[in-house]
């Protein structure tokens, strides 16, 4: 089996980082800050289309996106934890499966965060935003990591908390689980897989239940 686990509302949370540094890219360019809400609405997407989103004018939104991440990278660590038994889930998943992490996050900085929260080494691959010319909803990450990986007579699962993990399980044709510890809503879940739980380790028992 091979267990494709989302980051952000999947094992981490870093609401903290991000909104922090979201509001400092805006004072820095002196932007008009938007609403908590608006911002983690998005949260998911790629930084690109979170700021076009939130109304920055596309010829600004690489600069915004290099002072984002120039803060982000100072406060990552700090202010981003591990989500309830995220650790638990990860442990428990590579008793019986091959891990990998498909994110829409810069690959650099989650892999920096998995070494802090030492659970890097549980994982085969970790595919980030500067891997991949499409981002989820997408197929394309799910793919690059399969590549990665040897998906010879292996059951794959994909593990998110987002319409766009989902969607993006669908499009590369493998299963998915929608998780309830992140940012999207039950229904909203429900329209795009049949599984849903409550977070990554009810996911990793789960899928552990089918091994036997």
Do not use: C
């Amino acid at each position: 089996m091979i267990i494709l686990f989302d980051l952000d509302g999947t094992l981490i949370d870093s609401t903290e980082a991000i909104l922090e540094s979201f509001h400092h890219s805006f004072d820095f360019h002196k932007l008009s800050r938007k609403d908590d809400e608006e911002i983690k609405a998005l949260i998911g997407y790629p930084l690109d289309i979170m700021y076009e989103n939130l109304g920055v004018e596309k010829g600004v939104i690489s600069e915004i996106i290099t002072t984002y991440k120039e803060h982000y990278r100072d406060i990552s660590t700090q202010k981003t934890e591990l989500l309830k038994n995220a650790k638990e889930a990860v442990e428990l998943a590579k008793e019986f499966a091959t891990l990998g992490i498909v994110t829409t996050k810069t690959g650099h900085y989650s892999k920096v965060l998995m070494e802090h929260f030492n659970i890097m080494h549980h994982f085969d691959v970790l595919i980030g935003r500067e891997d991949v010319q499409n981002p989820k909803p997408h197929a394309e990450p799910i793919m690059k990591a399969l590549e990665k990986l040897d998906t010879k007579n292996k059951e794959i699962w994909m593990i998110g908390d987002t319409k766009l993990d989902l969607i993006a399980a669908q499009a590369a044709n493998v299963n998915s689980i929608g998780v309830l510890s992140g940012y999207d809503k039950i229904e909203t879940l429900k329209m795009f897989t049949n599984v849903i739980l409550n977070d990554a380790l009810e996911a990793a028992i789960y899928l552990q239940s089918r091994k036997k």
